[in-house]
């Protein structure tokens, strides 16, 4: 599902979240088609939540954790539909200087519906990582090479994944 690449990097605060589509709610020309409420978390932190004006599959809902003195947002969950396309996508943004404007970690959960037909995605993106490959690589598949580069671990149901697919 070629489509869902574009899902993992959203760009916040440009007028359209991915290459020219789903208008962003954190750009000040959408906010005519989008409603906002803000809570007090407990810790102090505002939750600023919105939603689409009328139905569009062009808007998404949500909400994002804003830094207080700054407005900065630290993280934030849209949800939305396009073109056949159920996502949700959780991202948490850098921490400091230009890289808070860029996400650190996208995680998206898709379902594409079709003739009775379903089929579920899960994409975790990783930026701003401290590794990266060499210049050359001589065996393309080494499970020891993306483990010494992978930011975040796999978990138990991933290497269980890994181990029956290594069985076969």
């Known amino acids: 599902m070629p489509t869902l690449i574009e899902y993992a990097t ?6 359209a979240l991915y290459n020219g589509y789903m208008l962003s709610p954190f750009n ?12 007090l978390q407990s810790d102090g ?11 569009n599959t062009q808007l998404v809902n949500g909400y ?10 630290i993280r934030t969950l849209l949800n939305g539909e396009f073109d056949m396309l159920s996502f949700r996508t959780e991202i948490t943004q850098g921490k400091n200087g230009p890289q808070s404007l860029m996400p650190a ?6 379902t594409f519906k079709f003739l009775g037909n379903q089929t579920l995605a899960l994409f975790d993106a990783a930026y701003q990582c401290d590794e990266s490959l060499p210049d050359s690589i001589i065996q393309e598949n ?17 290497k269980r994944i890994y181990r029956e697919y290594d069985l076969r």
């Not at 994002?64 to 947002?73: D, K, L, M, Q």
């Open 64 to 73: 994002a954790i804003v830094e207080t003195n700054t407005g900065r947002i």
């Open 142 to 158: 080494s499970r020891q090479l993306m483990d010494s580069i992978r930011p975040i671990p796999l978990s138990e149901t991933d």
């Open 10 to 15: 959203p760009n916040i605060y440009d007028i």
């Open 28 to 39: 000040k020309w959408n906010r005519k088609y989008y409603r906002y409420t803000q809570h």
């Open 45 to 55: 932190t505002p939750r600023l939540d919105f939603r689409p004006k009328l139905y």
């Open 105 to 110: 970690r996208c995680t998206t959960a898709a």
